[in-house]
């Protein structure tokens, strides 16, 4: 406290009173300073006070002030159903802070305007990219951006190339949309800078590591990792040369590696049929489970998704409530810090486990889910 | 006791008060600069419990203007220390130079935000009306201190106390309201602030 805050020039449009008889920039930098775990109680005080905490001028004076607010992450997940999809965000921090006794549900976000099946999907900072997919069994080039803090859905610059479970990443600012199409397709591969405002630039890739469908992807180490049928591919946008950019992915990795995984902290984490979590380590070219969890988790983890959220791994499964009368689905999820031990082996410990209930119907799957800065 | 001036609130009560406490109202100086044989100013949208807080404030401010806005502390011809000799303290130095250098000024500021942050505990229902009176009358670190409590004010509540603390309305339709306190029905709870 006490240090000057610079003066927090907004203009703000005339919406209306925030606070009778204060002109409303002075209104703002009131309500700018208090901490985000109040904002649920302040979107409930009036109408303008509502529409303020979307508003871009909110985002640009509270990032003006030097607030002691932990950094603000949440999950985007995406639930799907056979008739159904719908997408939510999770945030820890509302969950977890105060002294609250019921946690706040997850907020319900509105649906992308395509409702396209199999995206791809990736996250560069408070935005969400998702690629593609088809929409009435046809493949789509269309991109659609979703902004976490106005949360709202935007189209991006369209793909070159129409794809459905391609595989997506975000590295060095840079979005990439890899395969999902016929391997003879120019822009097999292809990436956009969204901050330009520009258009998809094709990658070029030697035809011999091009597959179809994509499994699963992930970003270890700046190099793009996917996992397709037949094996996975390696992307180095680094690399001096086109050739030298793409390569298999090691085969120790390839063996172990079961779809859906995550990197935090250097170490690539899937999830195996046995029901382990599993790490990969690229220096020692090994996997190595993860201790420290074992008896804490159940045992099988029923369409384990995991992803890293702040650096740490966050691990989502569908819980096993079937039997119950509730309508509503039910998603487990837990969030692990994992630290190396001197001889390189992983200690993790489970910082917190719960239930969530989610507005989605019973049976769903977690199509998605990605973390975004808030 | 320096050049006074006399300021009358809106429920007709007089304060008289030294200029250097006044006009740190930059509204009280403006006015007080135009030719006006009467040197008796009137206040009218400041009501007398208000405005003896704020000439509190700026009482304790008449040494260390801008404080919070500019963070210039204080002039080193006030400095506690130097006792507004000139010695040790050379003509060219800037204020701010002073108080980064000059222990005594220091901790004269920091006690000075102590105070500060004591005085915005006020009753709840004076904030709205010192954020007000600091708006109108334009005192900058008033502001920027009322500010600060508004802020805690707000944290420190829950919506129907909020609203009442600055006069809000709600207007929320009922179906609105109906479809808020579904996705807030956790609100229902005990709030510890």
């Known amino acids: 406290m006490a240090h000057p805050a610079a003066a927090v020039a907004v203009a703000v449009a ?47 004076a509270r990032s003006q002030l030097s607030l002691p607010d932990p950094p603000a992450l949440a999950l985007a997940l995406n639930l799907r159903s056979p008739t159904d999809q719908s997408w939510f965000l999770l945030d820890p921090f509302l969950r977890f802070s105060g002294s609250r006794k019921k946690s706040p549900p997850p907020l319900r976000l509105p649906s992308p305007p395509l409702p396209a099946i199999g995206s791809a999907c990736a996250s560069l900072g408070g935005s969400l990219f998702l690629l593609g997919g088809s929409v009435a069994d046809v493949p789509s080039l269309a991109v659609q951006i979703f902004d976490a803090r106005l949360r709202r859905w935007s189209s991006g610059p369209r793909m070159s190339a129409a794809r459905e479970f391609a595989a997506a990443a975000a590295v060095g600012g840079r979005i990439y949309a890899i395969g999902g199409c016929l391997p003879r397709a120019d822009a097999w591969a292809e990436s956009l800078d969204p901050s330009a405002g520009g258009k998809w630039a094709v990658v070029p890739s030697p035809m011999l590591i091009r597959e179809k469908w994509m499994h699963g992807c992930a970003v270890l180490a700046g190099r793009i990792l996917a996992v397709a049928d037949r094996g996975g591919l ?27 995984a995550t990197v935090v902290g250097g170490i690539l984490y899937s999830y195996d049929f046995l029901g382990k979590i ?7 070219d ?24 702040g650096g740490l791994l966050c691990l989502l499964w569908t819980g096993k409530d079937l039997a119950s009368r509730r309508k509503e689905m039910v998603i487990e999820w837990a969030g692990i810090e994992i630290s190396k031990t001197t001889d390189g082996r992983l200690q993790g410990s489970l910082l917190w486990q719960e239930p969530v209930v989610l507005d989605a119907p019973k049976g769903s799957y977690i199509a998605h889910c990605v973390p975004l800065d808030l | ?53 704020v000439l509190e404030f700026c009482r304790k401010h008449a040494n260390s203007p801008s404080v919070h806005t500019k963070f210039a502390a204080i002039p080193s011809e006030l ?50 009306h010192l954020l007000k009176a600091a708006n109108y009358l334009d005192i900058e670190d008033l502001m920027f201190m009322a500010v600060e409590g508004a802020a805690n004010a707000i944290r420190g509540n829950n919506p129907e106390e909020i609203r009442k603390l600055f006069d809000l309305e709600n207007d929320f339709t009922p179906e609105e309201e109906k479809e808020i306190l579904k996705e807030y029905s956790w609100l229902d709870d005990p709030f510890e602030p």
């Open chain 2, 1 to 53: 006791m320096g050049k006074t001036i006399k300021l009358i609130s809106g429920d007709g009560e007089m304060f008289e008060v030294e200029e250097a406490v006044a006009f740190q109202s930059n509204i009280i100086k403006s006015l007080a600069d135009e030719d006006n044989a009467d040197d008796c100013i009137p206040l009218p949208r400041v009501d007398s419990q208000i405005l003896s807080k």
């Open chain 1, 14 to 60: 005339a919406v209306g009173d925030l606070i009778p008889g204060i002109p409303d920039d002075v209104a703002v930098r009131c309500i700018a300073q208090v901490p985000r775990s109040h904002h649920p109680f302040l979107a409930v005080v009036s109408r303008s006070w509502r529409s303020l905490l979307g508003s871009p001028i909110f985002c640009a």
């Open chain 2, 79 to 128: 400095c506690p220390k130097h006792d507004g000799s000139a010695a040790g303290a050379s003509s060219s130095e800037s204020s701010s130079a002073h108080s980064e250098t000059c222990r005594a000024c220091y901790d004269a500021v920091m006690k000075l935000v102590q105070w500060d942050l004591e005085f915005v505990k006020v009753d709840l229902d004076l904030i709205h």
């Open chain 1, 278 to 284: 599993k790490g990969y380590d690229p220096e020692s």
């Open chain 1, 286 to 309: 090994e996997w190595k489970k993860v201790e420290g969890v074992e008896n804490e988790l159940p045992t099988f983890l029923c369409g384990a998704t995991l992803t890293n959220l």
């Open chain 1, 234 to 260: 390696v992307y180095d946008p680094a690399a001096p040369s086109n050739e030298a950019r793409w390569g298999p992915v090691p085969p120790v990795l390839d063996n172990g590696w079961r779809g859906r």
